[in-house]
Nanobody, 121 residues
Framework: QVQLVESGGGLVQPGGSLRLSCAAS??????????MAWYRQAPGKERNLVAT???????KYADSVKGRFTISRDNAKKTVYLQMNSLKPEDTAVYYC?????????????WGQGTQVTVSS
């Protein structure tokens, strides 16, 4: 089992910045460094991938956030971050942390409870 706890959401004006954190725990994390990701879900819309970071810190981003968001990780702290700059109203959503744990039958996905980000003047 893996537990994920997000923090850092809030209300910010357009053009502002926020940094989200996702603290992971679970005994499996002492054996491997999983790929982690941030997703977001706006009201009435499906959950979409924002950014991923592999165990080797290779990153990928959705086109909508490239150049504005940065995903990073601190493996010693078992924490993943999402630095969000130049925020836009369309970035408003609940942001979820995800961990993909490899198993014999495929990846097992774990999710945090989500943190609300609201971009508004």
């Amino acid at each position: 089992q893996v537990q994920l706890v997000e923090s850092g959401g809030g209300l910010v004006q357009p053009g502002g910045s926020l940094r989200l954190s996702c603290a992971a725990s679970g005994s499996i994390l002492s054996l491997l460094i999983p790929t982690m990701a941030w997703y977001r879900q706006a009201p009435g819309k499906e959950r979409n991938l924002v950014a991923t970071i592999s165990g080797g810190s290779i990153t990928k981003y959705a086109d909508s956030v490239k150049g504005r968001f940065t995903i990073s990780r601190d493996n010693a702290k078992k924490t993943v971050y999402l630095q969000m700059n130049s925020l836009k109203p369309e970035d408003t959503a609940v942001y979820y942390c995800n961990a993909a744990i490899p198993t014999r039958t495929g990846d097992a996905n774990y999710w945090g409870q989500g943190t609300q980000v609201t971009v508004s003047s």
